[in-house]
């Protein structure tokens, strides 16, 4: 009997602890910024943070750093919040990450979010070499060159999703490409800075051509790139699917509920068990404790010794 509930107990103490242990992942928030997360200097920008449907709070932080913090807004959907940042500087450049709580659990913070702000150096030029228009499976370089000395340069190619890419030099950097392919085709822009986060004025744009045998024009984006998808989320849709009410190991409070009440079931009928089991020992004890005593009244009945009678001689 003692190992059987000894067993029992330790299984739904293990079990309950190993819910317990699942229920603390949350799925991971989504952080992005409206309208850009390249800032020019002065103007506002939105951060936003989308987390599970059943968020109850959200925090953003700054580089590693408590930013803000508050609950979802009515005027949204409660699985995101956001804050406004109405003039954008270079001490509010950098990387932002947001989490959220739900059911007095916080979330892993999301991917970083680097925020940019641009306009605060001179405005450097890009050219392109051999010429804005070539061939199909050519090679093109394109040269940012910045007057104000630095050696940080960012080459954006503008469309629905920015494509970045870092360039280093004195005062200039070249960006090759190629071979070329459709999905090289776009405007083009480049930046120079001291820092990832604080970039300069953006060069005047240049529009880069690809064409085939035929002169046959390509499209500004190949649907197959990454560039060609879409920035915007559907609302609650990501964490809706892959959160909490598709995680099989994220149940809802219900069942964690239901697993804590069986498991005190278990218990008290382990007590009941021990409780039963310990009267049984007792009344064993006083029904051996009475047998021994009425063996022993037996015994000295038996061996008394009769009283005589007087006779006549």
């Not at 800032?39 to 599970?52: E, L, S």
């Not at 061939?135 to 340069?153: N, R």
């Not at 035929?214 to 809706?240: H, K, Q, R, V, Y």
């Amino acid at each position: 009997m003692w190992p059987v509930l000894a067993a029992l107990l330790c299984l739904g103490l293990c079990w309950s602890q190993g819910v317990s242990t699942r229920k603390q992942t949350l799925s991971k928030p989504i952080i992005w910024a409206e309208p850009s997360a390249l800032v020019p200097k002065g103007m506002p920008v939105t951060i936003w943070c989308q987390g599970a449907p059943d968020a109850e709070e959200f925090q953003l932080h700054f580089e590693g750093v408590l930013f803000a913090s508050g609950m979802p807004k009515p005027t949204v959907p409660r699985c995101k919040a956001d804050i406004l940042i109405p003039t954008m500087t270079s001490r509010t450049a950098g990387r932002y990450s947001c989490s959220y709580r739900s059911g007095g659990r916080w979330s892993e913070p999301s991917d970083g979010l680097d925020l940019v702000v641009t306009g605060m150096y001179d405005t450097p030029t890009l050219q392109v070499h051999p010429g804005p228009e070539v061939t199909l499976g050519e090679s093109v370089t394109l040269y940012c060159h910045l007057e104000t000395a630095t050696s940080m340069f960012f080459l954006l190619k503008e469309g629905r999703s920015s494509h970045v890419r870092e360039g280093w030099g004195p005062v200039q950097a070249e960006f090759p490409l190629g071979p070329v392919t459709a999905a090289h085709q776009g405007t083009y822009r480049c930046f120079g800075s001291y820092n990832s986060h604080s970039w300069s004025f953006p060069s005047e744009p240049v529009e880069l051509v690809v064409t085939g045998d035929g002169n046959t024009s390509f499209s500004l984006l190949d649907p197959t790139s990454p560039a060609a998808a879409a920035d915007a989320w559907e609302p609650c849709a990501m964490n809706t699917e892959s959160g909490a009410q598709k995680d099989p190991v994220l149940w809802d409070f219900t069942t964690q509920n239901l697993l804590r009440l069986g498991l005190a079931l278990l218990v008290l009928v382990a007590l009941v068990l021990l409780l039963v089991e310990d009267c049984k020992s007792r009344k064993r004890v006083r029904v051996r404790a009475h047998g021994a005593t009425s063996r022993e009244h037996r015994g000295r009945r038996g061996r008394r010794v009769p009283t005589g009678t007087g006779g006549l001689a």
